[in-house]
């Protein structure tokens, strides 16, 4: 029996690195709001069951009537105000679905965790990385480094280079047992409480699961056009995707 997945998407973010007044995921991307493209491969998935949107606060009535009404995203169960940092928002909204926020609980199946300005996951990529997370528990999608990655010392002089064969440029969405995520959350917010958020320094979920759980992270393949949209020369790029 197929157990429930939920999307959880994140449109919390500000448009600072787009030189925008607009936060990003509300600019126009052709004719549509960026935050469009990801809804709607969660709304036409086969495989998600129902979403919950984060964004800021204060758009949370904005959020509903121009996005979730208006494109008619029926999947969408739940609007919640995110936070200042990404993992705040994803916490939030983990700690709503344990709440009981959605119409049908998920408290067994699993989370796919996945940035509102990525305009490009489709059915493909949301498949892959079910397959996996029913496997190994918990995964996030990802593509081969193309580049030589270099590490820094303090003065910005190359310090070592990592064999490029291993190393991984990660993406979302990042996918985890419902359980397993809730847990690992719940501790981080324990100890941001104990020594002050401003400690707490992780970028993704795969980094939460690794530091306050013992659970491995599979590297899902995906796809090299999941591209983040972030600054103004991403607007461009994805216009030629969309293109073709």
Same mark, same amino acid.
Request: net charge negative; charged share 25%; hydrophobic share 40%.
């Given at each position: 029996?197929? +157990?429930?997945?939920?999307?959880?998407?994140?449109?919390?973010?500000?448009?600072?690195?787009?030189?925008?007044?607009?936060?990003?995921?509300?600019?126009?991307?052709?004719?549509? $709001?960026?935050?469009?493209?990801?809804?709607?491969?969660?709304?036409?998935?086969? #495989? #998600?069951?129902?979403?919950?949107?984060?964004?800021?606060?204060?758009?949370?009535? %904005?959020?509903?009537?121009?996005?979730?009404? +208006? %494109?008619?995203?029926?999947?969408?169960?739940?609007?919640?105000?995110?936070?200042?940092?990404?993992?705040?928002?994803?916490?939030?909204?983990?700690?709503?679905?344990?709440?009981?926020? &959605?119409?049908?609980?998920?408290?067994?199946? %699993?989370?796919?965790?996945?940035?509102?300005?990525?305009?490009? &996951?489709?059915?493909?990529?949301?498949?892959?990385?079910?397959?996996?997370?029913?496997?190994?528990?918990?995964?996030?999608?990802?593509? $081969?480094?193309?580049?030589?990655?270099?590490?820094?010392?303090?003065?910005?002089?190359?310090?070592?280079?990592?064999?490029?064969?291993?190393?991984?440029?990660?993406?979302?969405?990042?996918?985890?047992?419902?359980?397993?995520?809730?847990?690992?959350?719940?501790?981080?917010?324990?100890?941001?409480?104990?020594?002050? +958020?401003?400690?707490?320094?992780?970028?993704?979920?795969?980094?939460?699961?690794?530091?306050?759980?013992?659970?491995?992270?599979?590297?899902?393949?995906?796809? %090299?056009?999941?591209?983040?949209?972030?600054?103004?020369?991403?607007?461009?790029?994805?216009?030629?995707?969309?293109? +073709?």
């Amino acid at each position: 029996m197929k +157990k429930r997945c939920t999307a959880i998407v994140l449109a919390a973010g500000s448009g600072k690195r787009m030189n925008s007044a607009t936060a990003k995921q509300f600019m126009m991307l052709q004719d549509k $709001p960026l935050i469009w493209y990801a809804l709607h491969a969660v709304e036409v998935s086969e #495989i #998600i069951d129902d979403c919950v949107l984060v964004t800021g606060e204060a758009d949370i009535p %904005y959020v509903k009537e121009e996005i979730v009404e +208006k %494109y008619g995203f029926s999947k969408v169960n739940a609007v919640v105000a995110g936070g200042s940092e990404r993992w705040e928002s994803v916490a939030n909204a983990v700690q709503a679905i344990a709440e009981g926020v &959605l119409k049908t609980p998920n408290t067994d199946g %699993y989370l796919f965790i996945h940035d509102g300005a990525r305009p490009f &996951l489709n059915e493909e990529i949301i498949a892959n990385t079910y397959a996996d997370v029913q496997e190994f528990h918990a995964c996030v999608a990802a593509v $081969p480094s193309k580049d030589t990655v270099k590490l820094s010392d303090d003065n910005g002089c190359a310090a070592s280079t990592p064999d490029r064969r291993r190393v991984w440029l990660i993406q979302t969405p990042q996918v985890f047992d419902t359980e397993l995520i809730t847990a690992a959350y719940a501790k981080m917010q324990a100890e941001a409480k104990a020594v002050g +958020k401003e400690r707490i320094a992780v970028t993704d979920d795969a980094s939460v699961v690794e530091l306050y759980t013992d659970r491995p992270v599979k590297l899902t393949e995906s796809s %090299y056009r999941n591209i983040k949209i972030t600054t103004p020369e991403d607007i461009h790029i994805a216009e030629l995707f969309l293109g +073709k």
